[in-house]
């Protein structure tokens, strides 16, 4: 008989204790073994009824969210899901909490209390059953030196810049990510160098006003520029787009020119952005050469729009590796279909974009 996930619930709400509990224990194969007002209750528990999983409120007392993951991750790592507001100051504090070891987040429909939480019950049990399949590092693992402003990889290489008159790129880079794919994003652009010469389009599958946080994140750590696509804007060299949490990320062709088109299409499969929305669109415009990139995720997003890319491009893709990969379904079902040429381990990702550069 399958063992039923053990779940530890930590608000500073009693309200939103009982809330999530509600919604949890709805799923015959999650259990709630228990809950915790604050981080201080938190690590008390965590010891004693060694959970699976454990949702953690951003915001509270005595000892917050992300201090009391610094502590778990760091003793005792347990796979975590925050619950965020949607603030600006939510949604960076979110991100640093994936940065120092959280799987995923929820965030809370209306505000600290959310009453009706509910709507997104197949949500919060979705991703709790996914955190329990993951196997947990200590935060110290394969994290990146924040004080460094030099990447990690200086490229051995004269790069070919574009005639002046003509200025349709010759390659281009676009990465898809979703679960772990923060933390992952961090490993990979701050190593890039600053003369990196092909834009780089990114769909992180993230909510409204958190990509905006994510992208300044990045933008902190690199010598690329990284930023949030606006709306027709060119797309240039030494610079990372980051597809915003309620739009479509296309690329279309003005002349000889790139530019970003965002789009509310409606979602596909659920998701939007969408990897597959991104890779359809970069049939119709003239680029000699695409390589992409399938990184953390769950799901297949990616695979689909990669195989129609291939149709009339010529495309390298890398996957990144099942040993570094938070949730390995994005790129395990493009492995799958065959449509990768090289595994990569997360680490390496940024060598090998350089050397294909």
């Given at each position: 008989?399958?063992?039923?996930i053990?779940?530890?619930?930590?608000?500073?709400?009693?309200f939103?204790?009982k809330?999530?509990?509600?919604?949890?224990q709805?799923?015959?194969?999650?259990?709630?073994?228990g809950?915790?007002?604050?981080?201080?209750?938190?690590?008390?528990?965590?010891?004693?009824?060694?959970?699976?999983?454990?949702?953690?409120?951003?915001?509270?007392?005595?000892?917050?969210?992300i201090?009391?993951?610094?502590?778990?991750?760091?003793?005792?790592?347990?796979?975590?899901?925050?619950?965020?507001?949607?603030?600006?100051?939510?949604a960076?504090?979110?991100?640093?909490?994936?940065?120092?070891?959280?799987?995923?987040?929820?965030?809370?429909?209306?505000?600290?209390?959310?009453?009706d939480?509910?709507?997104?019950?197949?949500?919060?049990?979705?991703?709790?059953?996914?955190?329990?399949?993951?196997?947990?590092?200590?935060?110290?693992?394969?994290?990146?030196?924040?004080?460094?402003?030099?990447?990690?990889?200086?490229?051995?290489?004269?790069?070919h810049?574009?005639?002046?008159?003509?200025?349709?790129?010759?390659?281009?880079?676009?990465?898809?990510?979703?679960?772990?794919?923060p933390?992952?994003?961090?490993?990979?652009?701050p190593?890039?160098?600053?003369?990196?010469?092909h834009?780089?389009?990114?769909?992180?599958?993230?909510?409204?006003?958190?990509?905006?946080?994510?992208?300044?994140?990045?933008?902190?750590?690199?010598?690329?520029?990284?930023?949030?696509?606006?709306?027709?804007?060119?797309?240039?060299?030494?610079?990372v787009y980051?597809?915003?949490?309620?739009?479509?990320?296309?690329?279309?062709?003005?002349?000889s020119l790139l530019?970003?088109?965002?789009?509310?299409?409606?979602?596909?499969?659920?998701?939007?952005?969408?990897?597959?929305?991104?890779?359809?669109s970069?049939?119709?415009?003239?680029?000699?050469?695409?390589?992409?990139?399938?990184?953390?995720?769950?799901?297949?997003?990616?695979?689909?729009?990669?195989?129609?890319?291939?149709?009339?491009?010529?495309?390298?893709?890398?996957?990144?590796?099942?040993?570094?990969s938070?949730?390995?379904?994005?790129?395990?079902?493009a492995?799958?279909?065959?449509?990768?040429?090289?595994?990569?381990?997360?680490?390496?990702?940024?060598?090998?974009?350089?050397?294909?550069?």
């Amino acid at each position: 008989m399958r063992r039923k996930i053990r779940v530890l619930i930590v608000d500073d709400s009693a309200f939103m204790r009982k809330v999530i509990s509600d919604i949890l224990q709805s799923d015959p194969y999650i259990e709630v073994v228990g809950t915790a007002r604050n981080g201080k209750d938190a690590l008390k528990k965590r010891d004693t009824l060694q959970p699976d999983v454990m949702t953690l409120d951003v915001e509270m007392p005595l000892l917050d969210g992300i201090e009391t993951l610094k502590v778990i991750m760091a003793t005792n790592p347990c796979p975590i899901i925050m619950l965020s507001s949607t603030t600006k100051e939510g949604a960076e504090n979110t991100l640093l909490a994936m940065e120092y070891g959280a799987i995923d987040f929820v965030t809370k429909t209306s505000g600290s209390i959310s009453l009706d939480l509910m709507t997104i019950k197949a949500e919060i049990i979705e991703k709790v059953k996914c955190a329990a399949k993951v196997t947990v590092l200590t935060s110290s693992s394969s994290m990146l030196a924040e004080s460094s402003n030099e990447s990690l990889l200086t490229p051995n290489k004269h790069w070919h810049k574009n005639n002046s008159n003509q200025r349709t790129w010759q390659k281009l880079v676009v990465i898809g990510t979703s679960t772990g794919g923060p933390r992952a994003l961090k490993e990979v652009i701050p190593r890039l160098p600053k003369d990196f010469p092909h834009p780089i389009l990114v769909v992180q599958h993230m909510p409204a006003g958190f990509t905006e946080s994510l992208a300044n994140r990045l933008n902190s750590l690199s010598q690329l520029t990284v930023k949030e696509a606006s709306h027709l804007e060119e797309l240039k060299a030494g610079h990372v787009y980051i597809a915003p949490g309620h739009c479509h990320l296309k690329v279309e062709q003005h002349q000889s020119l790139l530019r970003a088109n965002l789009s509310q299409d409606s979602p596909i499969r659920g998701l939007r952005p969408a990897v597959d929305k991104l890779f359809y669109s970069l049939a119709d415009v003239d680029i000699e050469e695409i390589i992409a990139v399938i990184m953390t995720g769950m799901g297949s997003d990616g695979t689909e729009g990669l195989f129609h890319l291939r149709k009339s491009k010529k495309v390298i893709a890398l996957a990144q590796s099942e040993q570094t990969s938070v949730v390995f379904g994005m790129p395990k079902v493009a492995i799958s279909s065959q449509l990768i040429e090289k595994v990569v381990d997360l680490p390496q990702i940024a060598h090998e974009l350089i050397s294909l550069a």
